[in-house]
Protein backbone atom coordinates (compact mmCIF):
# COMPACT_ATOMS: atom_id res chain seq x y z
CA UNK A 1 0.00 0.00 0.00
CA UNK A 2 1.27 3.24 -0.95
CA UNK A 3 2.66 5.99 2.23
CA UNK A 4 1.36 8.90 -0.25
CA UNK A 5 -2.51 9.90 -0.35
CA UNK A 6 -4.15 12.56 -2.89
CA UNK A 7 -6.91 14.04 -3.46
CA UNK A 8 -8.98 13.80 -6.34
CA UNK A 9 -8.04 17.34 -8.12
CA UNK A 10 -4.50 16.44 -7.39
CA UNK A 11 -4.83 12.76 -9.42
CA UNK A 12 -6.69 14.62 -12.41
CA UNK A 13 -4.09 17.56 -12.71
CA UNK A 14 -1.11 14.85 -12.67
CA UNK A 15 -2.45 12.71 -15.23
CA UNK A 16 -3.19 15.40 -17.36
CA UNK A 17 0.44 16.80 -16.72
CA UNK A 18 2.34 13.51 -16.55
CA UNK A 19 0.82 11.92 -19.80
CA UNK A 20 1.69 15.49 -21.75
CA UNK A 21 5.43 15.25 -20.66
CA UNK A 22 5.34 11.79 -21.76
CA UNK A 23 3.92 12.36 -25.12
CA UNK A 24 1.21 10.02 -24.29
CA UNK A 25 -2.31 10.75 -24.94
CA UNK A 26 -4.88 10.80 -22.11
CA UNK A 27 -6.91 7.56 -23.62
CA UNK A 28 -3.62 5.45 -23.25
CA UNK A 29 -4.33 5.70 -19.45
CA UNK A 30 -7.65 4.74 -20.10
CA UNK A 31 -6.24 1.51 -21.86
CA UNK A 32 -3.75 0.87 -19.08
CA UNK A 33 -6.49 0.96 -16.39
CA UNK A 34 -8.59 -1.77 -18.56
CA UNK A 35 -5.78 -3.63 -18.82
CA UNK A 36 -4.80 -3.40 -14.90
CA UNK A 37 -8.55 -4.17 -14.33
CA UNK A 38 -8.60 -7.23 -16.20
CA UNK A 39 -5.67 -8.30 -14.31
CA UNK A 40 -6.48 -7.32 -10.61
CA UNK A 41 -10.23 -9.62 -11.65
CA UNK A 42 -8.62 -12.46 -12.99
CA UNK A 43 -5.71 -12.73 -9.61
CA UNK A 44 -8.84 -12.42 -7.20
CA UNK A 45 -11.52 -14.07 -8.98
CA UNK A 46 -10.24 -16.75 -10.97
CA UNK A 47 -13.61 -19.08 -11.03
CA UNK A 48 -15.67 -16.27 -12.26
CA UNK A 49 -16.05 -16.51 -15.90
CA UNK A 50 -19.62 -14.12 -16.29
CA UNK A 51 -18.97 -10.19 -15.49
CA UNK A 52 -21.61 -7.54 -15.41
CA UNK A 53 -20.30 -4.34 -15.78
CA UNK A 54 -21.96 -0.87 -14.99
CA UNK A 55 -20.55 2.16 -16.45
CA UNK A 56 -21.48 5.65 -16.02
CA UNK A 57 -21.20 9.04 -17.89
CA UNK A 58 -17.84 9.80 -17.32
CA UNK A 59 -14.26 8.67 -17.39
CA UNK A 60 -14.86 6.08 -14.90
CA UNK A 61 -17.26 4.18 -17.70
CA UNK A 62 -14.47 4.36 -19.86
CA UNK A 63 -12.47 2.55 -17.98
CA UNK A 64 -15.57 -0.12 -17.66
CA UNK A 65 -15.72 -0.22 -21.17
CA UNK A 66 -11.81 -0.62 -21.84
CA UNK A 67 -12.16 -3.57 -19.12
CA UNK A 68 -15.28 -5.14 -21.15
CA UNK A 69 -13.91 -4.96 -23.95
CA UNK A 70 -10.33 -6.78 -23.03
CA UNK A 71 -12.07 -9.29 -20.78
CA UNK A 72 -14.32 -10.14 -23.74
CA UNK A 73 -11.51 -10.70 -25.78
CA UNK A 74 -9.80 -12.63 -23.45
CA UNK A 75 -13.14 -15.21 -23.26
CA UNK A 76 -15.00 -13.79 -20.37
CA UNK A 77 -18.72 -13.33 -20.99
CA UNK A 78 -19.43 -9.73 -20.58
CA UNK A 79 -22.76 -8.35 -20.15
CA UNK A 80 -22.80 -3.90 -20.11
CA UNK A 81 -25.58 -2.21 -18.13
CA UNK A 82 -24.80 1.51 -18.95
CA UNK A 83 -26.54 4.43 -17.00
CA UNK A 84 -26.31 6.50 -20.06
CA UNK A 85 -26.33 5.83 -23.78
CA UNK A 86 -22.76 5.57 -25.84
CA UNK A 87 -23.83 8.72 -28.17
CA UNK A 88 -24.68 10.74 -25.14
CA UNK A 89 -20.88 10.21 -23.81
CA UNK A 90 -17.80 12.24 -24.57
CA UNK A 91 -14.58 12.21 -25.47
CA UNK A 92 -12.10 9.23 -24.06
CA UNK A 93 -15.33 7.98 -22.51
CA UNK A 94 -17.16 7.74 -26.25
CA UNK A 95 -14.10 6.83 -27.54
CA UNK A 96 -13.73 3.59 -25.10
CA UNK A 97 -17.82 2.38 -25.98
CA UNK A 98 -17.27 2.93 -29.46
CA UNK A 99 -14.26 0.61 -29.64
CA UNK A 100 -16.05 -1.94 -27.18
CA UNK A 101 -18.89 -1.87 -29.90
CA UNK A 102 -16.56 -2.16 -32.79
CA UNK A 103 -15.33 -5.19 -30.81
CA UNK A 104 -18.61 -6.97 -31.26
CA UNK A 105 -20.03 -5.76 -27.98
CA UNK A 106 -23.24 -4.38 -26.82
CA UNK A 107 -24.70 -2.15 -24.46
CA UNK A 108 -27.75 -2.68 -22.29
CA UNK A 109 -29.42 0.58 -21.01
CA UNK A 110 -30.16 0.66 -17.24
CA UNK A 111 -33.71 1.94 -18.02
CA UNK A 112 -34.64 -0.51 -20.04
CA UNK A 113 -33.41 -3.74 -18.27
CA UNK A 114 -33.51 -3.44 -14.14
CA UNK A 115 -36.94 -4.40 -13.81
CA UNK A 116 -35.64 -7.81 -15.40
CA UNK A 117 -31.40 -8.02 -13.89
CA UNK A 118 -32.58 -9.54 -10.38
CA UNK A 119 -34.78 -12.08 -12.60
CA UNK A 120 -31.98 -12.95 -14.99
CA UNK A 121 -31.68 -16.74 -15.68
CA UNK A 122 -27.84 -17.08 -15.48
CA UNK A 123 -26.34 -14.20 -12.76
CA UNK A 124 -23.16 -12.78 -12.49
CA UNK A 125 -20.27 -13.97 -10.70
CA UNK A 126 -18.36 -10.76 -10.81
CA UNK A 127 -19.95 -7.05 -11.03
CA UNK A 128 -17.61 -4.44 -11.73
CA UNK A 129 -19.19 -0.75 -10.52
CA UNK A 130 -17.52 1.53 -13.19
CA UNK A 131 -20.44 4.43 -12.83
CA UNK A 132 -19.07 7.60 -10.65
CA UNK A 133 -15.21 8.54 -10.83
CA UNK A 134 -13.79 10.26 -8.15
CA UNK A 135 -14.51 14.03 -9.75
CA UNK A 136 -18.12 13.22 -8.37
CA UNK A 137 -18.80 15.63 -5.39
CA UNK A 138 -22.87 16.02 -5.22
CA UNK A 139 -25.89 13.27 -4.00
CA UNK A 140 -26.66 10.49 -6.28
CA UNK A 141 -29.41 11.49 -7.95
CA UNK A 142 -32.37 9.36 -8.30
CA UNK A 143 -31.58 7.51 -10.94
CA UNK A 144 -28.35 6.99 -10.00
CA UNK A 145 -29.37 5.58 -6.70
CA UNK A 146 -31.67 3.39 -7.81
CA UNK A 147 -28.98 1.58 -10.23
CA UNK A 148 -26.50 1.33 -7.16
CA UNK A 149 -29.63 0.05 -5.14
CA UNK A 150 -29.95 -2.64 -7.82
CA UNK A 151 -26.04 -3.66 -7.90
CA UNK A 152 -26.46 -3.98 -3.97
CA UNK A 153 -28.69 -6.36 -3.94
CA UNK A 154 -27.01 -9.16 -6.74
CA UNK A 155 -25.57 -12.22 -5.02
CA UNK A 156 -22.06 -11.20 -6.34
CA UNK A 157 -18.76 -9.88 -5.57
CA UNK A 158 -18.27 -6.42 -6.68
CA UNK A 159 -14.53 -4.74 -7.97
CA UNK A 160 -14.93 -0.95 -7.64
CA UNK A 161 -13.45 1.16 -10.54
CA UNK A 162 -10.79 3.27 -8.66
CA UNK A 163 -13.76 4.26 -5.66
CA UNK A 164 -17.55 2.94 -5.13
CA UNK A 165 -19.90 5.03 -6.38
CA UNK A 166 -21.32 7.16 -4.23
CA UNK A 167 -18.11 7.85 -2.23
CA UNK A 168 -16.51 11.02 -1.82
CA UNK A 169 -13.02 10.43 -2.63
CA UNK A 170 -11.09 13.10 -0.56
CA UNK A 171 -13.49 13.41 2.35
CA UNK A 172 -15.06 9.35 2.91
CA UNK A 173 -18.51 11.00 2.87
CA UNK A 174 -21.27 9.28 1.69
CA UNK A 175 -23.46 10.81 -1.35
CA UNK A 176 -26.16 8.82 -0.27
CA UNK A 177 -26.17 5.40 0.10
CA UNK A 178 -23.03 3.72 -1.99
CA UNK A 179 -22.21 0.82 -3.73
CA UNK A 180 -20.71 -1.95 -1.49
CA UNK A 181 -17.71 -3.27 -3.01
CA UNK A 182 -15.78 -6.42 -2.15
CA UNK A 183 -12.41 -4.83 -3.48
CA UNK A 184 -11.75 -1.51 -4.60
CA UNK A 185 -8.39 -1.10 -7.54
CA UNK A 186 -7.89 3.05 -6.93
CA UNK A 187 -6.34 4.31 -10.30
CA UNK A 188 -2.63 6.14 -10.21
CA UNK A 189 -2.80 6.82 -6.67
CA UNK A 190 -4.70 6.38 -3.44
CA UNK A 191 -7.23 9.00 -2.68
CA UNK A 192 -7.59 10.25 0.49
CA UNK A 193 -11.12 10.29 1.57
CA UNK A 194 -11.08 6.09 0.95
CA UNK A 195 -8.99 5.11 4.42
CA UNK A 196 -10.68 7.32 6.72
CA UNK A 197 -14.81 8.13 7.86
CA UNK A 198 -16.70 5.81 5.89
CA UNK A 199 -14.30 4.90 2.80
CA UNK A 200 -12.82 1.70 4.79
CA UNK A 201 -16.84 0.67 5.06
CA UNK A 202 -17.57 0.41 1.76
CA UNK A 203 -14.42 -0.01 -0.35
CA UNK A 204 -13.73 -3.31 0.94
CA UNK A 205 -10.53 -4.64 0.36
CA UNK A 206 -8.18 -1.92 -1.24
CA UNK A 207 -5.08 -1.92 -3.83
CA UNK A 208 -3.31 0.32 -5.61
CA UNK A 209 -2.98 0.63 -9.81
CA UNK A 210 -0.48 3.77 -10.70
CA UNK A 211 -0.42 2.92 -14.36
CA UNK A 212 3.19 3.84 -14.81
CA UNK A 213 2.87 6.75 -13.54
CA UNK A 214 5.01 8.42 -10.40
CA UNK A 215 3.25 10.80 -8.58
CA UNK A 216 5.54 10.74 -6.30
CA UNK A 217 8.49 13.46 -7.78
CA UNK A 218 5.44 15.38 -8.89
CA UNK A 219 4.08 17.86 -5.86
CA UNK A 220 3.57 17.26 -2.28
CA UNK A 221 0.60 15.02 -0.98
CA UNK A 222 -1.86 15.72 0.22
CA UNK A 223 -1.33 13.17 3.40
CA UNK A 224 1.42 10.78 4.39
CA UNK A 225 -0.35 7.19 5.47
CA UNK A 226 1.38 5.34 8.27
CA UNK A 227 1.66 2.15 9.70
CA UNK A 228 3.82 0.27 12.97
CA UNK A 229 6.48 -0.91 10.49
CA UNK A 230 6.89 2.51 8.82
CA UNK A 231 7.82 3.95 12.40
CA UNK A 232 8.87 1.20 14.37
CA UNK A 233 12.21 2.55 14.27
CA UNK A 234 11.92 5.55 16.47
CA UNK A 235 11.91 2.96 19.65
CA UNK A 236 15.32 2.07 19.77
CA UNK A 237 16.98 0.05 22.12
CA UNK A 238 17.92 1.31 25.91
CA UNK A 239 21.15 1.58 26.89
CA UNK A 240 22.75 -0.96 29.52
CA UNK A 241 23.18 1.82 31.74
CA UNK A 242 19.14 3.13 31.62
CA UNK A 243 17.28 3.75 34.92
CA UNK A 244 13.74 4.79 35.74
CA UNK A 245 14.70 8.44 35.75
CA UNK A 246 15.72 8.40 32.25
CA UNK A 247 12.55 7.01 31.05
CA UNK A 248 9.73 10.46 32.43
CA UNK A 249 7.98 10.86 34.80
CA UNK A 250 4.16 11.53 33.83
CA UNK A 251 1.34 12.50 35.86
CA UNK A 252 -2.35 11.53 35.42
CA UNK A 253 -4.60 13.85 36.31
CA UNK A 254 -8.85 12.77 36.15
CA UNK A 255 -10.96 9.94 37.43
CA UNK A 256 -13.69 11.68 39.14
CA UNK A 257 -15.85 9.52 41.44
CA UNK A 258 -17.44 6.39 39.73
CA UNK A 259 -14.51 7.03 37.05
CA UNK A 260 -11.52 5.68 38.34
CA UNK A 261 -11.04 3.13 35.28
CA UNK A 262 -10.41 5.77 32.58
CA UNK A 263 -7.42 7.12 34.60
CA UNK A 264 -6.47 3.50 35.03
CA UNK A 265 -5.96 2.33 31.72
CA UNK A 266 -4.14 5.09 31.12
CA UNK A 267 -1.63 5.02 33.35
CA UNK A 268 -1.43 1.09 32.75
CA UNK A 269 -0.48 2.03 29.31
CA UNK A 270 1.77 4.34 30.20
CA UNK A 271 3.71 1.98 32.30
CA UNK A 272 3.61 -0.91 29.28
CA UNK A 273 4.83 1.99 26.69
CA UNK A 274 7.92 2.04 28.96
CA UNK A 275 7.47 5.23 30.96
CA UNK A 276 10.08 5.35 33.65
CA UNK A 277 7.20 6.82 36.51
CA UNK A 278 3.93 6.95 36.99
CA UNK A 279 1.67 9.11 39.22
CA UNK A 280 -2.40 9.03 39.08
CA UNK A 281 -3.96 12.31 40.90
CA UNK A 282 -7.78 10.75 41.01
CA UNK A 283 -10.37 11.64 43.26
CA UNK A 284 -9.76 10.44 46.52
CA UNK A 285 -13.08 8.56 47.15
CA UNK A 286 -11.85 6.02 44.54
CA UNK A 287 -9.87 3.53 45.83
CA UNK A 288 -6.32 3.77 45.65
CA UNK A 289 -4.48 3.03 42.37
CA UNK A 290 -1.89 0.87 44.03
CA UNK A 291 -4.28 -1.48 44.64
CA UNK A 292 -5.04 -1.77 41.07
CA UNK A 293 -1.73 -1.87 39.34
CA UNK A 294 0.81 -1.39 42.35
CA UNK A 295 3.54 0.42 40.29
CA UNK A 296 1.30 3.06 40.16
CA UNK A 297 1.99 5.92 42.39
CA UNK A 298 -1.13 7.36 43.83
CA UNK A 299 -2.31 10.65 44.75
CA UNK A 300 -6.07 11.14 46.47
CA UNK A 301 -6.65 13.81 49.33
CA UNK A 302 -3.60 16.05 47.03
CA UNK A 303 -5.86 16.59 44.32
CA UNK A 304 -8.95 17.42 46.72
CA UNK A 305 -6.73 19.97 48.27
CA UNK A 306 -5.67 21.65 45.41
CA UNK A 307 -9.29 21.33 43.88
CA UNK A 308 -10.79 22.75 47.09
CA UNK A 309 -8.37 25.56 46.92
CA UNK A 310 -8.48 26.57 43.21
CA UNK A 311 -12.65 26.20 43.76
CA UNK A 312 -12.32 28.95 46.34
CA UNK A 313 -10.11 31.05 44.21
CA UNK A 314 -6.50 30.87 45.71
CA UNK A 315 -4.83 28.96 43.04
CA UNK A 316 -5.44 29.28 39.47
CA UNK A 317 -1.70 30.50 38.07
CA UNK A 318 -1.26 27.52 36.07
CA UNK A 319 1.13 26.08 39.34
CA UNK A 320 1.74 22.41 38.69
CA UNK A 321 -0.70 20.06 40.81
CA UNK A 322 1.71 18.42 43.25
CA UNK A 323 4.88 20.66 44.18
CA UNK A 324 7.18 23.03 42.71
CA UNK A 325 9.48 22.80 40.38
CA UNK A 326 6.77 19.92 39.18
CA UNK A 327 7.88 16.50 39.66
CA UNK A 328 6.69 15.35 36.43
CA UNK A 329 8.26 15.68 32.94
CA UNK A 330 4.72 15.03 31.09
CA UNK A 331 0.86 15.19 31.81
CA UNK A 332 -2.21 13.93 30.52
CA UNK A 333 -5.46 15.48 31.47
CA UNK A 334 -8.98 14.05 30.96
CA UNK A 335 -10.00 10.59 31.09
CA UNK A 336 -13.18 9.96 34.04
CA UNK A 337 -12.09 14.42 34.71
CA UNK A 338 -15.99 14.92 35.14
CA UNK A 339 -17.87 18.14 34.29
CA UNK A 340 -18.35 19.31 38.04
CA UNK A 341 -16.68 21.60 40.23
CA UNK A 342 -13.98 19.14 41.04
CA UNK A 343 -12.66 18.34 37.36
CA UNK A 344 -13.29 22.46 36.97
CA UNK A 345 -10.50 23.06 39.21
CA UNK A 346 -8.08 20.55 38.28
CA UNK A 347 -8.38 21.51 34.69
CA UNK A 348 -7.83 25.47 35.63
CA UNK A 349 -5.10 24.32 37.67
CA UNK A 350 -2.95 22.03 35.88
CA UNK A 351 -2.92 23.42 32.25
CA UNK A 352 0.91 25.32 32.04
CA UNK A 353 2.66 26.13 29.10
CA UNK A 354 5.90 24.46 30.48
CA UNK A 355 5.42 20.56 29.98
CA UNK A 356 4.08 18.55 27.03
CA UNK A 357 0.47 18.04 27.69
CA UNK A 358 -1.88 15.43 26.32
CA UNK A 359 -5.32 16.47 26.90
CA UNK A 360 -8.27 14.28 25.96
CA UNK A 361 -12.20 13.69 27.07
CA UNK A 362 -13.08 15.92 29.86
CA UNK A 363 -10.15 17.64 29.22
CA UNK A 364 -11.14 18.31 26.20
CA UNK A 365 -14.97 19.17 26.64
CA UNK A 366 -13.60 21.97 29.52
CA UNK A 367 -11.00 23.36 26.83
CA UNK A 368 -14.37 23.62 24.44
CA UNK A 369 -15.96 25.67 27.00
CA UNK A 370 -12.58 27.89 27.55
CA UNK A 371 -10.85 28.00 24.39
CA UNK A 372 -6.89 28.84 24.50
CA UNK A 373 -4.24 28.28 21.89
CA UNK A 374 -1.16 26.47 23.31
CA UNK A 375 2.08 24.76 21.46
CA UNK A 376 2.90 22.23 23.95
CA UNK A 377 -0.24 19.84 23.68
CA UNK A 378 -1.88 17.25 22.09
CA UNK A 379 -5.11 16.72 21.71
CA UNK A 380 -6.77 13.59 20.57
CA UNK A 381 -10.65 14.20 20.38
CA UNK A 382 -13.39 11.78 18.97
CA UNK A 383 -15.80 13.01 16.53
CA UNK A 384 -17.95 14.15 18.96
CA UNK A 385 -15.34 16.00 21.32
CA UNK A 386 -13.85 17.19 18.14
CA UNK A 387 -17.37 19.09 17.00
CA UNK A 388 -17.90 20.32 20.80
CA UNK A 389 -13.84 21.88 20.17
CA UNK A 390 -15.05 23.64 16.74
CA UNK A 391 -19.16 24.36 17.82
CA UNK A 392 -20.44 22.50 15.36
CA UNK A 393 -22.34 19.27 15.03
CA UNK A 394 -20.61 15.89 14.61
CA UNK A 395 -21.95 15.01 11.12
CA UNK A 396 -19.96 18.23 10.08
CA UNK A 397 -16.85 16.94 11.48
CA UNK A 398 -17.60 13.80 9.91
CA UNK A 399 -18.26 15.18 6.47
CA UNK A 400 -15.10 16.02 6.08
CA UNK A 401 -12.36 14.97 8.82
CA UNK A 402 -9.79 16.87 6.91
CA UNK A 403 -11.47 20.00 7.44
CA UNK A 404 -12.25 19.58 10.62
CA UNK A 405 -8.47 18.29 11.87
CA UNK A 406 -6.89 21.28 10.08
CA UNK A 407 -9.76 24.02 11.86
CA UNK A 408 -8.98 22.23 15.50
CA UNK A 409 -5.17 22.22 15.08
CA UNK A 410 -5.76 26.28 13.82
CA UNK A 411 -7.82 26.95 16.93
CA UNK A 412 -6.04 25.15 19.46
CA UNK A 413 -2.42 24.51 18.14
CA UNK A 414 -0.35 21.74 18.91
CA UNK A 415 -0.42 18.20 17.24
CA UNK A 416 -4.35 17.29 16.71
CA UNK A 417 -5.47 13.65 16.32
CA UNK A 418 -8.77 13.29 15.46
CA UNK A 419 -9.67 9.38 16.58
CA UNK A 420 -12.21 7.05 14.30
CA UNK A 421 -11.95 5.26 11.00
CA UNK A 422 -8.78 5.88 9.28
CA UNK A 423 -7.18 8.21 12.51
CA UNK A 424 -6.02 11.54 11.39
CA UNK A 425 -2.97 13.70 12.66
CA UNK A 426 -1.63 16.95 11.93
CA UNK A 427 0.94 19.62 13.48
CA UNK A 428 -0.43 22.08 11.44
CA UNK A 429 2.32 21.60 8.39
CA UNK A 430 1.79 18.22 7.63
CA UNK A 431 -1.38 15.52 7.88
CA UNK A 432 -1.01 11.92 8.57
CA UNK A 433 -3.57 9.19 8.58
CA UNK A 434 -3.23 5.87 10.68
CA UNK A 435 -5.31 2.87 8.63
CA UNK A 436 -4.60 0.83 11.86
CA UNK A 437 -6.95 -0.65 14.03
CA UNK A 438 -10.31 -2.78 13.89
CA UNK A 439 -14.29 -2.25 14.66
CA UNK A 440 -13.53 -3.95 18.13
CA UNK A 441 -12.07 -0.80 19.62
CA UNK A 442 -15.25 0.25 19.73
CA UNK A 443 -15.37 -0.07 23.58
CA UNK A 444 -15.05 2.01 26.48
CA UNK A 445 -11.58 2.46 27.84
CA UNK A 446 -9.49 2.33 24.16
CA UNK A 447 -9.10 6.27 23.99
CA UNK A 448 -7.94 6.09 27.39
CA UNK A 449 -4.85 4.04 26.03
CA UNK A 450 -4.21 6.18 23.78
CA UNK A 451 -3.57 9.24 25.91
CA UNK A 452 -1.03 7.12 28.53
CA UNK A 453 1.03 5.36 24.80
CA UNK A 454 1.45 8.66 23.46
CA UNK A 455 2.66 10.22 27.43
CA UNK A 456 4.68 7.55 27.75
CA UNK A 457 6.62 8.23 24.08
CA UNK A 458 6.47 12.06 24.89
CA UNK A 459 8.34 10.83 28.63
CA UNK A 460 11.31 9.17 26.78
CA UNK A 461 12.12 12.06 24.52
CA UNK A 462 10.33 12.24 21.45
CA UNK A 463 8.61 14.77 19.99
CA UNK A 464 5.05 15.44 19.87
CA UNK A 465 4.62 15.20 16.33
CA UNK A 466 6.42 11.56 16.53
CA UNK A 467 5.03 10.68 19.95
CA UNK A 468 1.25 11.09 18.64
CA UNK A 469 2.28 9.39 15.12
CA UNK A 470 3.74 6.47 16.87
CA UNK A 471 1.30 6.34 19.48
CA UNK A 472 -1.43 5.80 16.90
CA UNK A 473 -0.01 3.15 15.49
CA UNK A 474 1.18 1.51 18.53
CA UNK A 475 -2.22 1.55 19.49
CA UNK A 476 -4.28 0.06 16.38
CA UNK A 477 -1.92 -2.23 15.43
CA UNK A 478 -2.06 -3.65 19.23
CA UNK A 479 -5.97 -3.73 18.80
CA UNK A 480 -5.43 -5.81 15.58
CA UNK A 481 -3.05 -8.42 17.09
CA UNK A 482 -5.97 -8.31 20.49
CA UNK A 483 -8.39 -9.18 17.76
CA UNK A 484 -7.35 -12.65 16.04
CA UNK A 485 -9.38 -13.73 18.89
CA UNK A 486 -12.36 -11.83 17.91
CA UNK A 487 -13.06 -8.43 17.21
CA UNK A 488 -16.78 -8.75 19.03
CA UNK A 489 -16.42 -8.45 22.65
CA UNK A 490 -12.70 -6.86 22.80
CA UNK A 491 -11.73 -5.22 26.08
CA UNK A 492 -9.04 -2.45 26.19
CA UNK A 493 -7.67 -3.59 28.55
CA UNK A 494 -6.69 -7.00 26.24
CA UNK A 495 -4.11 -4.50 24.15
CA UNK A 496 -1.91 -4.12 26.96
CA UNK A 497 0.03 -7.14 26.49
CA UNK A 498 0.52 -6.33 22.72
CA UNK A 499 1.25 -2.15 23.61
CA UNK A 500 4.26 -3.54 25.92
CA UNK A 501 5.39 -6.28 22.72
CA UNK A 502 5.36 -3.77 20.27
CA UNK A 503 6.95 -0.66 22.11
CA UNK A 504 9.99 -3.26 21.66
CA UNK A 505 10.83 -3.72 18.30
CA UNK A 506 14.28 -4.91 18.95
CA UNK A 507 13.35 -7.70 21.04
CA UNK A 508 14.63 -11.19 18.95
CA UNK A 509 12.38 -12.93 17.01
CA UNK A 510 12.40 -16.06 18.99
CA UNK A 511 11.67 -14.25 22.07
CA UNK A 512 8.44 -12.51 20.54
CA UNK A 513 7.01 -15.55 19.33
CA UNK A 514 7.06 -16.57 23.24
CA UNK A 515 5.76 -14.09 24.30
CA UNK A 516 3.09 -13.89 21.99
CA UNK A 517 2.21 -17.55 22.88
CA UNK A 518 2.37 -17.11 26.35
Known amino acids: MPGLLWRSEQIRRAEAELAAAAGMPLYELMERAGAA ?29 VLARLAQAAGFRVRV ?53 SGTRLPLTTAMTEIVATINRLPAPLLAVDLPSGLDADTGHIMGDPVRATRTLCLVGLKQGLLTGQGPSWCGELDVASLGLDLGHWQAPSALRIDYPALAHLLGPRVRSAHKGQQGRVLLIGGNQGMAGAILLAAMACLRTGAGLVKVCQHPGNASASLTQPEIMALGRECLITASSATAGQSGDNSPVVGAPPWESVRVLGPGLGMDEWGKALFDQTLCQRLPLVLDADGLNWLAQQPRHQDNWVLTPHPAEAARLLGCRTAEVEADRFAALRAIQGRYGGVVLLKGAGTLITDGKQIWLCQEGNPGMASGGMGDLLSGIIAALLAQGLGARDATCLGAVIHGEAADLAATEGERGMLASDLLPWIRLLANPDTPDKLRRRWQNS
Do not use: C, M
Request: charged share 15%; glycine share 10%.
Open 37 to 65: LLDYARQHWPDAHHWWVFTGPGNNGGDGY
Open 81 to 133: IAARAPAQLKGDAHQAAAAFLAAGGQIELFDNVHQTLAESETLPDLLIDALLG
